[in-house]
């Protein structure tokens, strides 16, 4: 076997000193060019069907490439390394998979809100220079108070620790209490007329439900809330935030708006030291102007109900801070879109938190009962003639009002929408 291929190799080499006319070079694949006798017998015999000349050529062209390929075989049993194979031509214009690391479990990405803002890397998008001034002077206008600015960053959303008032959420300031109320009702809504969706476990979410559905439901009573554990009131809490954050994204998507000093404290700490945490990364910041809520806000974009769901149950603690209210208010804000918040309104050029005592405005509060920030509370549009009207509720809506002025004619509620 070693003389046959000794004497290849030499007839190799006489033959490729014979003179011939320049050929162009041909791009082909290795393997081809490097195949076994049969390729060879085949190439052969491909060529007794051209002229003399070609089939010589093509001889010529395989035998130095077998005597290159026994070279390149007996350099590499020798130690030196050998060249890798060229990629074929097919093999080249397809790129390899892009691969994630091991440790990283493959999830969809959350959607985020495409146009202005800035995405640094870190988890969701912060503010532009123009949607932050746009959104503070929106909520609190060119001439807040430090009180009032007081009042909106120590509101939590939490239940009550007293055994008595432990359904309700508790209220340290005057200025953020329509958003409680507004998030109390939902709370309540689920836990009267759905409790037993909160006992399924935490892998359980259910579509949103509807007060059609729950007409159908027998009444429970306040009996039951003594047998409600602290979890099951939680989830309650989240699917309501759920369900108004959806509402007011038009049931299309929700806006999450979370801060970026509390996102290590959120992922490092364990579930019972969070709080604590997350007090300790609070210590001395406030909000008191646009670039404030620029630097600090972190916005996430949804349009799954259940990613929205476990979201907001990752970030709970943060909405429990002192912050938490005024941060489910700019998410509710964001999610209903601020230009179209601005064309709810009546006269968009007041504050949503109005003054001198920083309360929640009728916006706020039908923004996260109805979806809309619309200013009155009756049912439509209200035509006051020469092209002036007023504008009402004009959405379905899950929870309404009671008032004993309606009784007394001096308002009427809105009662077409309420199923």
Known sequence: MADQEEEDLKMALRLSMQPSPPEPKRSKPRDAAAGGGAAVAAAVAASSSSSPEDGRRMQRELMAAAAEKRMLASRGAGGAPSPAPSPSPAQSQSPAPLL?????????????????????????????????????????????????????????????????????????????????AAVQAFVLKYLLFFPDDFRKGASTISPFHGTKASSRRQFQGSDNFASLTDNEKLRALIRSMSEILFHCGSNKRAVIATLSVTGKELEGAADGSKDESIIKALEGLSIESASDLQSILRVETYSVQATVFQRLEATLPVFQSRMGALLFLISALLSRGLDAVQADRDDPSLPLVTAPFGHASQEIVNLLL???????????????????????????????FLTLLESLNFCKLFRKRMN
């Open 370 to 400: 109805c979806g809309q920030a619309v200013p009155n509370v009756f049912d439509g549009r209200m035509d006051l003639g020469g092209g002036m009207f007023l504008k009402g509720v004009s959405t379905s809506v899950e929870v309404g």
């Open 100 to 180: 994630a690391p091991n440790n990283e479990k493959s999830k969809p990405l959350p959607q985020r809100e495409g146009g202005a803002g800035v995405d640094d890397g870190r988890t969701g998008r912060g503010l532009s220079s123009e949607e932050a001034c746009q959104l503070f002077s929106m909520v609190f206008g060119s001439d807040v108070s430090k009180g009032i600015l007081a009042q909106w960053s120590n509101q939590g959303i939490r239940f009550s620790p007293d055994p008595e008032t432990s359904m309700g959420l508790v209220q340290h300031e005057g200025g953020p209490c329509g958003v409680l």
